[in-house]
């Protein structure tokens, strides 16, 4: 099986910063893309960050500027460096991965979800 953890999420004040980490773990042969998303209440669940295998980086429009998304291959990790934050990215946020395991299967995996609350 295969586990996604989260870790980072908490309060801070608009304009602070918070650092999110998605640790995978488990029967893992190789991870492809990985990816945070956010979940606010009443809304649907919608892609915040995406990264791939070589590096290769996108953002929504709203995150642009102010989020970094990053992964350590070796850790199984990636990383969401939130910055500049505002109330509006008051959130569930949950990381996603893309993991091939040593069987060759390919699935998707999600993470629990940590909560992220912006104050005004």
């Known amino acids: 099986q295969v586990q996604l953890v989260e870790s980072g999420g908490g309060l801070v004040q608009t304009g602070g910063s918070l650092r999110l980490s998605c640790a995978a773990s488990?029967?893992?042969?190789?991870?492809?893309?990985m990816g945070w998303y956010r979940q606010a209440p009443g809304t649907q669940r919608d892609l915040v960050a995406r990264?791939?295998?070589?590096?290769?980086?996108n953002y929504a429009d709203s995150v642009k500027g102010r989020f970094t998304i990053s992964r350590d291959n070796a850790k199984n990790t990636e990383y969401l460096q939130m910055n500049s934050l505002k109330p509006e990215d008051t959130a569930v946020y949950y990381c996603?991965?893309?993991?091939?395991?040593?069987?060759?299967?390919?699935?998707?995996?999600w993470g629990q979800g940590t909560q992220v609350t912006v104050s005004s």
């Open positions: 996603n991965a893309h993991i091939r395991n040593h069987r060759g299967y390919l699935a998707d995996y």
């Open positions: 488990g029967n893992i042969f190789s991870i492809n893309a």
């Open positions: 990264i791939t295998s070589d590096g290769s980086t």
